[in-house]
């Protein structure tokens, strides 16, 4: 297909499907391919041997949740004897943020697509600090998780059931109104999903003080809506995926050594380089030092126009990944030189309403030089530790010239 | 070269393309001068100018 009519087609998608939060269930029973002894992570592939730091504590910490390890010495021997099975989340419709372990057990968010009627998966969050997606796997950690598991998944299966599902594009529209950017600001989003959810969970059938402390949980964590607004971002860039010609960016994802993209005409190749090492704010006793390169699949925000590259909508950001607002505003006008549309659903209320800078285009990265820009968490480098702040982060230039390399080779610009 | 002379006995209106600290430095001193955003072509990377070329065939 012509690339500008194959860009057309997947701008087209990118904006208008029609995301909705339709269930929650166990990931062996919900997420496609998922396996007792899979084990789903950030990022492009990578083995045991070669993971980073807080991704391999992330996996001791899953083993030790379900029962296969029984501490961090039986949980490292278990994965490197092979038969632990490791997978990047995107291979099975799914994004989890940071290291994004997902294993067998956990409880997953479903989000459908019901323009192109594809669905996708994640995780469910579990605050800021010493969590598993930062590479903690101390026995709080676990303990959560087992709570969020044996607690909060069950009752929160029950009201999405009441409800008609959540369209979660218009939450997010509203959430740009109201100052987040969808990813490291995620306060009206996390809010307006629990305004929204709490006229069902007030109905189900669950002890009064279990389902206190879900509302107390959730309130308690402003980034709880981040891991669905990343659901509804992949179940959007999939249905924009594998259309024949074009050369928007429907990947971007970083396993903690190495950024991956994918294009949507290249089919399901990773491109990949070096992952960057972000700057940014650090919580009291850290510094820069302590930083893992980035990790992730969270920039899919990016990827569909929101996250860094809404930093404008979103002021108070900047008190958590560093800079001022007159860099937000930089930032977001800078990704329209790399993008091909101005969203029809997502606006900047500063801009005057303009359309977040949407579909990135490995031809105008080629052409500027300009690189996606991405806020993100940051994880401390050695497992077990957990968050140590959250700042700024590129895309590495090498991803793109590798894509633009393989379609010139593949003969796929014709 | 006697009408590119005649600018230093004019008041100064400056254009910068290029490190935006020139275009600072000149406001600083009461000059009228502002910045333009520029970048070379694929920001100067040969490489990725020429697979540009490629790509676009």
Same mark, same amino acid.
């Given at each position: 297909?012509?690339?500008?009519?194959?860009?057309?087609?997947?701008?087209?998608?990118?904006?208008?499907?029609?995301?909705?939060?339709?269930?929650?269930?166990? @990931?062996?029973?919900?997420?496609?391919?998922?396996?007792?002894?899979?084990?789903?992570?950030?990022?492009?592939?990578?083995?045991?041997?070669?993971?980073?730091?807080?991704?391999?504590?992330?996996?001791?910490?899953?083993?030790?949740?379900?029962?296969?390890?029984?501490?961090? @010495?039986?949980?490292?021997?278990?994965?490197?004897?092979?038969?632990?099975?490791?997978?990047?989340?995107?291979?099975?419709?799914?994004?989890?943020?940071?290291?994004?372990?997902?294993?067998?057990?956990?409880?997953?968010?479903?989000?459908?697509?019901?323009?192109?009627?594809?669905?996708?998966?994640?995780?469910?969050?579990?605050?800021?600090?010493?969590?598993?997606?930062?590479?903690?796997?101390?026995?709080?950690?676990?303990?959560?998780?087992?709570?969020?598991?044996?607690?909060?998944?069950?009752?929160?299966?029950?009201?999405?059931?009441?409800?008609?599902?959540?369209?979660?594009?218009?939450?997010?529209?509203?959430?740009?109104?109201?100052?987040?950017?969808?990813?490291?600001?995620?306060?009206?989003?996390?809010?307006?999903?629990?305004?929204?959810?709490?006229?069902?969970?007030?109905?189900?059938?669950?002890?009064?003080?279990?389902?206190?402390?879900?509302?107390?949980?959730?309130?308690?964590?402003?980034?709880?809506?981040?891991?669905?607004?990343?659901?509804?971002?992949?179940?959007?860039?999939?249905? @924009?995926?594998?259309?024949?010609?074009?050369?928007?960016?429907?990947? $971007?994802?970083?396993?903690?050594?190495?950024?991956?993209?994918?294009?949507?005409?290249?089919?399901?190749?990773?491109?990949?380089?070096?992952?960057?090492?972000?700057?940014?704010?650090?919580?009291?006793?850290?510094?820069?030092?302590?930083?893992?390169?980035?990790?992730?699949?969270?920039?899919?925000?990016?990827?569909?126009?929101?996250?860094?590259?809404?930093?404008?909508?979103?002021?108070?950001?900047?008190?958590?990944?560093?800079?001022?607002?007159?860099?937000?505003?930089?930032?977001?006008?800078?990704?329209?030189?790399?993008?091909?549309?101005?969203?029809?659903?997502?606006?900047?209320?500063?801009?005057?309403?303009?359309?977040?800078?949407?579909?990135?285009?490995?031809?105008?990265?080629?052409?500027?030089?300009?690189?996606?820009?991405?806020?993100?968490?940051?994880?401390?480098?050695?497992?077990?530790?957990?968050?140590?702040?959250?700042?700024?982060?590129?895309?590495? $230039?090498?991803?793109?010239?590798?894509?633009?390399?393989?379609?010139?080779?593949?003969?796929?610009?014709? | 070269?006697?009408?590119?002379?005649?600018?230093?006995?004019?008041?100064?209106?400056?254009?910068?393309?290029?490190?935006?600290?020139?275009?600072?430095?000149?406001?600083?001193?009461?000059?009228?001068?502002?910045?333009?955003?520029?970048?070379?072509?694929?920001?100067?990377?040969?490489?990725?100018?020429?697979?540009?070329?490629?790509?676009?065939?």
């Amino acid at each position: 297909m012509d690339r500008k009519l194959a860009n057309e087609e997947a701008l087209k998608r990118l904006q208008d499907s029609e995301p909705y939060l339709v269930g929650a269930g166990i @990931a062996l029973d919900v997420v496609p391919g998922m396996k007792k002894n899979l084990i789903l992570h950030a990022g492009p592939p990578i083995t045991w041997d070669k993971m980073c730091g807080p991704m391999q504590g992330a996996v001791i910490g899953a083993l030790i949740y379900e029962g296969m390890a029984k501490d961090e @010495a039986s949980a490292r021997k278990l994965a490197a004897s092979g038969e632990i099975e490791f997978e990047p989340n995107h291979h099975h419709q799914s994004v989890c943020p940071m290291a994004g372990i997902m294993s067998a057990s956990m409880p997953v968010f479903i989000m459908e697509n019901k323009k192109y009627g594809n669905f996708s998966y994640t995780n469910m969050n579990e605050g800021l600090g010493k969590c598993l997606r930062f590479g903690a796997f101390s026995d709080a950690v676990v303990e959560r998780l087992h709570w969020m598991t044996d607690v909060m998944y069950p009752l929160i299966k029950e009201a999405l059931e009441m409800s008609d599902g959540i369209d979660w594009k218009a939450l997010v529209i509203q959430s740009l109104q109201m100052g987040d950017d969808n990813h490291n600001r995620n306060r009206a989003a996390t809010a307006l999903f629990v305004k929204y959810i709490g006229q069902y969970l007030c109905k189900v059938n669950g002890d009064k003080e279990k389902i206190a402390k879900v509302f107390e949980f959730i309130n308690g964590n402003e980034h709880f809506a981040i891991n669905i607004t990343m659901a509804m971002c992949k179940a959007i860039t999939d249905a @924009a995926h594998n259309i024949p010609g074009s050369t928007i960016v429907t990947t $971007m994802s970083r396993n903690g050594v190495e950024f991956g993209i994918r294009v949507s005409g290249l089919g399901d190749e990773w491109f990949t380089a070096p992952a960057n090492t972000p700057i940014g704010l650090f919580f009291p006793g850290f510094t820069q030092e302590d930083s893992n390169p980035d990790i992730g699949d969270s920039c899919i925000t990016e990827t569909t126009g929101i996250g860094g590259f809404a930093m404008a909508a979103a002021p108070a950001i900047v008190q958590f990944v560093g800079g001022t607002y007159k860099d937000a505003v930089s930032y977001t006008k800078e990704m329209y030189e790399i993008t091909r549309a101005e969203n029809k659903n997502f606006k900047i209320p500063t801009f005057d309403f303009r359309g977040t800078p949407t579909g990135i285009d490995i031809v105008k990265v080629l052409e500027t030089g300009i690189l996606p820009r991405i806020n993100t968490g940051m994880a401390h480098k050695d497992p077990g530790v957990g968050q140590v702040g959250a700042g700024l982060v590129t895309a590495p $230039m090498d991803c793109f010239k590798k894509a633009a390399r393989y379609m010139v080779e593949k003969g796929l610009n014709k | 070269m006697k009408r590119v002379n005649d600018i230093f006995g004019k008041d100064l209106k400056v254009l910068n393309i290029g490190l935006e600290q020139f275009c600072a430095d000149l406001k600083e001193q009461d000059v009228t001068a502002i910045q333009m955003d520029w970048r070379p072509p694929s920001g100067g990377d040969k490489e990725a100018a020429d697979l540009l070329s490629a790509l676009l065939g």
